[in-house]
């Protein structure tokens, strides 16, 4: 996997979210009680940006229909989405967060 860098820690400190480019890919990384955790940031339903809803605990509310996926696995636990958002792979290393789009 080729991990690149998406933000520093400092930049997502617990319960929130930021969209972040990977390898020209949207992503939405979210850190949920000093975990990160990585899914795509577009909206399976209508392509609203998921980084413009709502994190609560481990899931974020799309603003555009209120689809909710699970930040942990991308999947997808309200519709009205009926498909599941990419997950992809998390590492820290020092004060960096890395993502692998691969």
Request: glycine share 8%; charged share 25%; hydrophobic share 35%.
């Amino acid at each position: 996997m080729d991990f690149m860098k998406a933000a520093s820690k400092q930049e997502i400190p617990a319960g929130a979210m930021k969209n972040v480019k990977v390898a020209e890919v949207s992503v939405l990384l979210a850190n949920v009680a000093g975990e990160y955790y990585a899914i795509g940031n577009k909206c399976t339903h209508r392509g609203c940006k998921l980084s413009s809803g709502e994190l609560e605990g481990e899931t974020v509310k799309c603003p555009c229909h209120k689809s909710i996926f699970n930040v942990k696995t991308g999947e997808v636990v309200h519709g009205p989405a009926s498909k599941p958002e990419p997950k992809y792979a998390v590492k820290v290393e020092d004060e960096q967060i890395l993502v692998s789009v691969k």
